[in-house]
């Protein structure tokens, strides 16, 4: 990494552990305290993230006060966006630039409910979703900044996602890739760990030797999410114990690119979906998929909505509730048509009797 992309990082040693620390400081702007060592996943996350803010937001100290680029340099430096994990914060801030990039120059309280419907109306409902969460965000700043009286997004519902939204892997593809890609490749490392683990590229990037914890009933992955911050104690699958033994101990992260560094994680899904064009999947076959999977497979083998949580690490039961449902719906009609063909007395029409 350049001395140019790491411009306005400042570093420090922590007096009572000895330990270095960074900051992103750039005149006139909040200081952002990273995360990590300069050069792993979280800390380059955290560093892009705030180096995307610093340039002058639309209209810079020119804005009009009211007006949408004012606001959205206000919600910048409030707590709630603050809270947000690095990469949740690098999502909201492609939104709310392209926004603004558009937008800046009209008053926010000229943004009536029709005019937002509209723009989510031409939008992908993927989209649409990240678009409507950014938007509600900079109006309820607005409305602390009295700006604004009352939220123009109330009353905005989306529209429905076609489907299930992300395609989940079945058995086949899973057993297609496989062959494509055997054991002690990369692909094949990366494709278990998303399998096994059940957690997000964001994680999954970042995971390495110094995530094993010992425990009496074997080995786990100890991490924290990004996305939700939570801590995550993971069984290692005998599949996933089996590639991981094959990984230099040498190595930061399991995963790494063919330079030897951790992936960035936009750079490991285009990796990854070269990786599936080359086993013959559709393009549906993403990562993601595989997390989806993981969860598929648990409900499947007949575990709770708190089962498949507890190994996914999902703070809201309703997408888990959609795998539970789905199974017990074919367990169900299994066993339904078991005793159907069980009582079933009459002969069939052409039979010979």
């Not at 989209?127 to 607005?142: Q, S, V």
């Not at 425990?215 to 911050?229: E, S, W, Y």
């Not at 979906?273 to 997390?291: I, V």
Request: proline share 6%; glycine share 8%.
């Amino acid at each position: 990494m350049s001395r140019i992309r790491l411009r306005y990082v400042q570093a420090f040693v922590d007096r009572k552990t000895g330990l270095p620390y960074h900051f992103f400081r750039r005149p006139g702007f909040p200081r952002v305290r990273l995360p990590g060592l300069p050069g792993s996943p979280e800390f380059m996350a955290a560093y892009q993230a705030a180096y995307a803010s610093a340039p002058e937001p639309v209209g810079g100290g020119r804005s009009k006060p009211g007006s949408v680029a004012s606001a959205i340099a206000s919600h910048y430096g409030s707590s709630d966006f603050k809270k947000l994990a690095p990469s949740s914060q690098a999502v909201r801030r492609t939104v709310l630039e392209r926004f603004g990039r558009e937008h800046g120059d009209k008053m926010v309280a000229a943004m009536p409910t029709k005019f937002l419907r509209a723009l989510l109306d031409s939008m992908e409902p993927t989209t649409a979703k990240n678009w409507l969460a950014a938007i509600r965000a900079l109006t309820a700043t607005a409305i602390e900044l009295e700006l604004i009286e009352n939220d123009p997004t109330l009353g905005i519902k989306l529209r429905r996602m076609s489907g299930d939204g992300i395609h989940t892997w079945d058995e086949e593809q899973i057993a297609q890739f496989e062959t494509a890609h055997p054991i002690g490749s990369r692909e094949r490392l990366a494709f278990a760990l998303g399998l096994y683990t059940g957690q997000r590229r964001g994680d999954v990037v970042r995971m390495g030797r110094q995530h094993i914890r010992r425990t009496p009933d074997g080995d786990v992955l100890a991490i924290r999410q990004q996305k939700t911050g939570k801590d995550m104690l993971i069984p290692i699958d005998p599949e996933l114990r089996l590639l991981l033994d094959l990984v230099p101990a040498t190595q930061m992260t399991f995963v790494q690119t063919l330079r030897g560094k951790p992936f960035d994680p936009h750079a490991f899904s285009a990796w990854f979906g070269e990786a599936c064009d080359k086993a013959g999947l559709p393009s549906d076959c993403t990562f993601h998929g595989l997390r989806k999977a993981f969860c598929r497979r648990r409900a499947e083998a007949g575990c709770n909505v708190l089962q498949i949580a507890a190994g996914s690490g999902h703070t809201s039961l309703k997408e888990v509730e959609r795998y539970t449902k789905a199974a017990d719906q074919l367990r169900l009609n299994r066993q339904a048509m078991a005793l159907t063909m069980a009582a079933e007395t009459r002969p069939m029409k052409g039979r010979a009797t």
